[in-house]
């Protein structure tokens, strides 16, 4: 009996690991359509690079809408075709082109951003943030990665076909906004309001995101082209607790900051769960044909192999917000005078919502772990669910991921989640296909230049995103 039950056992292993390992080697690689970027003369590539230097000198800052009308007077000296041919809908400073291809089709929309944010550590800045230095090697300040060297690179594309005398096959819209910085509410919010009062339908929407960089992260040599087809949920509460004053000589057991502090570290003791959203769940089985055999393996049967996964993601810090809502605490308050006890102590905390996550469930958990005295309220400002999740097996995505594939390097396109928000957020009626991508190829080292000093982009690579725009704007294109 007991043999006939060891050998049923085994019989299972055995019948496991062939259904691992099957499923391992017929793991199909991507396949995209073969594109090429289109060239650009050389002449064309330094005055590119030349008028990106001078958008960047203008300061396009929140409290600066002087900044932003001179950007507009430049963009129309640069571009002199795009604005004669494509109509102009301002909203605000925010701009909405729409080029007419004539042809009854579902349409395009580009996005991007003009605003960028303020200036800190200005010592550790190796040129003025805003001078738009190019040297050898860089073009150096504020949006040459977020996101003002889209919007320029995406009117380079079009005043060049524009130039050829080429049409787009479907209509072209363009959204520019002027506050992603702080949630886009007046800009690309109401730009997307009025598209859907027009019934306007798109076959695709694409706004900045993922880029490329390396495979090292993911276990693979190749480089990865991370195009995103979700973004996380944006919330901040604030904790507030509450004390008696009085003088610091005879303190309580417990302050009112001592409260706050055990708020936060009990939220910091018992984090969110961790899974594999849809989005991580394609990234990991796209680059799986590319990698060495038990990697391999362990990725094409995450049915059975999650939990390992999500406790390798947690372990890196380049992928643990991948796998869960996360939490930050970032602002904190509390006390007059050194020895004043204060009567109350707060704390922002700032959360990125996974795929699934609410606002609801996300204030019941941070309910529960919350010390008595201690209450929760959400911070008035900017929130936003975490995204619909757009296909990745769409017409639409082969087409950014196959010429995303064209960029230098012959990058590997994956699907993925973008941790950070962007405007997209707000055009998700309007499309099945809302995806995130910046044609850029950067170093892990390069991501702490959004937001940070020493903002730049290698001056190499920007023809090739415009390059990139033109693909997008010539594939299919009527001749």
Same mark, same amino acid.
């Given at each position: 009996m007991f043999k006939r039950g060891l050998l049923a056992v085994l019989t299972l292993l055995a019948l496991l690991l062939l259904v691992l390992v099957v499923r391992a080697l017929v793991l199909p690689a991507p396949a995209l359509s073969a594109r090429v970027l289109p060239s650009l003369p050389e002449q064309d590539r330094?005055?590119?690079?030349?008028?990106?230097?001078?958008?960047?000198?203008?300061?396009?800052?929140?409290?600066?809408?002087?900044?932003?009308?001179?950007?507009?007077?430049?963009?129309?000296?640069?571009?002199?075709?795009?604005?004669?041919?494509?109509?102009?809908?301002?909203?605000?400073?925010?701009l909405l082109y729409h080029w007419d291809s004539g042809h009854d089709?579902?349409?395009?929309?580009?996005?991007?951003?003009?605003?960028?944010?303020?200036?800190?550590?200005?010592?550790?800045?190796q040129h003025p943030p805003f001078d738009g230095v190019v040297d050898e090697q860089f073009i150096w300040g504020r949006g040459t990665l977020d996101d003002k060297v889209s919007v320029m690179a995406i009117l380079e594309a079009v005043e060049a076909m524009l130039a050829e005398g080429r049409q787009p096959a479907c209509d072209v819209w363009l959204a520019f906004g002027h506050d992603e910085e702080t949630g886009g509410a007046q800009g690309a919010a109401r730009m997307a309001a009025w598209l859907q009062e027009q019934g306007v339908r798109?076959?695709?929407?694409?706004?900045?995101?993922?880029?490329?960089?390396?495979?090292?992260?993911?276990?693979?040599?190749?480089p990865v082209a991370l195009i995103g087809i979700a973004e996380k949920g944006y919330i901040s509460v604030t904790l507030e607790a509450h004390g008696e004053p009085g003088h610091s000589s005879r303190p309580p057991a417990q302050t009112a900051i001592g409260d706050l502090a055990v708020a936060i570290a009990r939220l910091q003791a018992n984090p969110r769960p961790a899974g594999l959203s849809l989005p991580t769940r394609y990234m990991l089985e796209t680059v799986a044909p590319e990698q060495a055999f038990a990697r391999r393996l362990v990725f094409a049967n995450l049915w059975l192999f999650e939990?390992?996964?999500?406790?390798?993601?947690?372990?890196?810090?380049?992928?643990h917000a991948l796998?869960?809502?996360?939490?930050?605490?970032?602002?904190?308050?509390?006390?007059v005078k050194d020895n004043v006890l204060p009567a109350t102590a707060s704390a922002v905390i700032n959360f990125r919502l996974a795929p699934g996550e609410t606002q609801e469930s996300l204030l019941n958990w941070v309910e529960r772990h919350l010390p008595e005295g201690v209450s929760v309220s959400i911070k008035e400002g900017f929130f936003a669910e975490p995204s619909?999740?757009?296909? =990745?097996? +769409? #017409? @639409?995505?082969?087409?950014? *991921?196959?010429?995303?594939?064209? &960029?230098?390097?012959? %990058?590997?396109?994956?699907?993925?989640?973008?941790? =950070?928000? +962007? #405007? @997209?957020?707000?055009?998700? *009626?309007?499309?099945?296909?809302? &995806?995130?991508?910046? %044609?850029?190829?950067?170093?892990?080292?390069?991501? =702490?230049?959004?937001?940070?000093?020493?903002?730049?982009?290698?001056?190499?690579?920007?023809?090739?995103?415009?390059?990139?725009?033109?693909?997008?704007?010539?594939?299919?294109?009527?001749?």
């Open positions: 330094d005055a590119q690079v030349e008028r990106l230097a001078q958008a960047i000198r203008f300061p396009t800052l929140a409290d600066r809408p002087d900044a932003f009308d001179a950007f507009h007077a430049f963009l129309a000296e640069a571009f002199p075709l795009t604005h004669e041919t494509l109509s102009l809908r301002p909203f605000g400073h925010s089709c579902a349409p395009t929309l580009l996005l991007a951003h003009q605003d960028v944010v303020p200036v800190s550590a200005m010592a550790e800045w798109f076959e695709l929407v694409l706004d900045e995101g993922g880029m490329v960089l390396s495979g090292a992260t993911l276990g693979i040599q190749q939990p390992l996964v999500v406790r390798q993601l947690a372990g890196n810090p380049e992928t796998i869960r809502t996360t939490m930050a605490p970032t602002m904190l308050s509390g006390g619909r999740i757009s296909p =990745a097996n +769409s #017409d @639409a995505f082969e087409r950014v *991921a196959s010429l995303a594939q064209a &960029l230098p390097g012959d %990058p590997l396109p994956a699907p993925f989640l973008m941790i =950070a928000g +962007s #405007d @997209a957020r707000h055009y998700q *009626a309007l499309s099945e296909n809302v &995806l995130r991508f910046l %044609p850029v190829s950067l170093q892990q080292q390069d991501i =702490a230049r959004f937001h940070g000093p020493n903002e730049r982009l290698a001056r190499d690579q920007y023809p090739d995103m415009v390059r990139f725009y033109l693909g997008l704007l010539s594939s299919g294109a009527a001749q």
